[in-house]
Nanobody, 114 residues
Framework: QVQLVESGGGLVQPGGSLRLSCKAS????????MGWYRQAPGDQRELVAS???????LYASSVEGRFTISRDNAKNTVYLQMDSLKPEDTAVYYC????????WGQGTRVAVSS
């Protein structure tokens, strides 16, 4: 099965930056798309950013201009560069794989506070 492992979360001050990584292993479909989602306590899980197999990027309006999604196909890894972080970005961030089957990572926690 496809497995996803997120890393890079942590505690950061407002205005700071973090880079999240999601490494996929297993049988990776060539047409797979990847996405980052987040979920804060009491909220629904929401799409943050996605990247398709043909390199189309999508962003939630709340992170547009601050976050950047990218992928390194040789490493089967997708990244989320997060800049100008705000307290409202605090959440557990999940990596999602969509390539015939759907898989989720275990999540990595991001906390933005002074």
């Amino acid at each position: 099965q496809v497995q996803l492992v997120e890393s890079g979360g942590g505690l950061v001050q407002p205005g700071g930056s973090l880079r999240l990584s999601c490494k996929a292993s297993g049988r990776i479909a060539s047409i797979a798309s990847m996405g980052w989602y987040r979920q804060a306590p009491g909220d629904q899980r929401e799409l943050v950013a996605s990247i398709s197999s043909n390199n189309i990027h999508l962003y939630a309006s709340s992170v547009e201009g601050r976050f950047t999604i990218s992928r390194d196909n040789a490493k089967n890894t997708v990244y989320l560069q997060m800049d100008s972080l705000k307290p409202e970005d605090t959440a557990v961030y999940y990596c999602r794989y969509s390539g015939g089957v759907e898989r989720w990572g275990q999540g990595t926690r991001v906390a933005v506070s002074s």
